[in-house]
């Protein structure tokens, strides 16, 4: 079932997501060389909790940090870790979930540690582009496939593969509600979006195949071949004006006019 959100809710979700687009933010700043995931982690709880929301991942389905952190060809849920040191050339997915009063919000992005391999800066900016591809596609009437498709079809075109396995998810009272979005699909199919539905849309894309297995720490996502994986994720809610990207970074996280209709 899918829950549509009140103005009031939908008010409340994007003060949960500011939470999350202000620690997002402030952790990307502090990715450079030498710095642990585990620092990472400890600094996104305190601030989390300064600002009054609860880290929505600790503790979920047994989930030990407040951030996954996934270097390189991690896909998603990396573990962060004291030990595990940042060095030039890492991509460092982050994503991060935050709970204030009774909703969460969840995003992620990659940042890359200077200096990448073009082909990976690309990848970046392919995932990211086709992110922001799937929100032009967050109007009322449009369907979830559409999503899916917008994501597909750029990232396939740029020569890079989408991930199967993992998908986005509508998000409210729960981190995942109904419906899952798939990053793969054909256009004019799925459930109807409508006004007040919020959507967690999650563009997992990687360099070589789309093959990814789980590591024996039970959470980690890697991507068979090694080869390096890109994550951005934001939560959208869809209004009469358009798409509504509740975890924008500019803090006033504007309606519509930032993301045109598309297609
Ligand atoms: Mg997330
Ligand atoms: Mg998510």
């Known amino acids: 079932m899918i829950v549509c959100k009140s103005a009031a809710e939908l008010e409340a979700m994007r003060a949960a997501n500011q939470i999350v687009a202000t620690v997002r933010d402030e952790v990307a700043e502090r990715i450079r060389p ?3 995931t585990g620092e990472l982690d400890k600094y996104a ?12 991942f600790k503790g979920y389905r047994g989930f030990p940090a407040t951030l996954c952190i996934s270097l390189n060809e991690e896909v ?3 573990i962060p ?6 060095a030039a050339g890492d991509i460092v997915g982050i994503d991060l979930g935050v709970r204030l009063g009774g909703f969460y919000g969840d995003s992620a992005l990659t940042v890359p540690v200077p200096p990448v391999d073009e082909d990976v800066t690309r990848l970046l900016e392919a995932t990211r582009e086709a992110l922001d591809l799937a929100i032009g596609q967050c109007w009322p009437g449009r369907r979830v496939g559409d999503i899916s498709h917008a994501v597909q079809q750029h990232v396939e075109q740029a020569g890079f593969s989408v991930v199967r396995e993992f998908v986005g998810h ?16 054909d256009p004019g199919v799925g459930a109807r979006l409508r006004p007040g539905m919020v959507l967690a849309i999650e563009p997992m894309v990687n360099l070589g195949d789309a093959g990814v297995e789980v590591l024996e720490d039970g959470w980690t996502a890697v991507t068979v071949d090694r080869k390096p994986s890109a994550h951005f994720e934001h939560s959208v809610a869809i209004t009469e004006e358009g798409p509504w990207v509740l975890s ?3 803090g006033a996280a504007a309606r519509g006019p930032r993301y045109a209709a598309s297609g």
Request: net charge neutral; aromatic share 2%; glycine share 16%.
């Open 170 to 185: 509508g998000i409210g009272v729960a981190l995942h509600e109904d419906p899952q979005i798939p990053n793969f699909g």
């Open 248 to 250: 924008a970074s500019n």
């Open 45 to 56: 709880e305190a601030r989390i909790r300064e600002l009054g929301g609860e880290p929505a």
């Open 76 to 78: 998603v849920h990396g």
């Open 34 to 36: 030498g710095v642990t």
């Open 81 to 86: 870790s004291t030990k595990r040191r940042l």
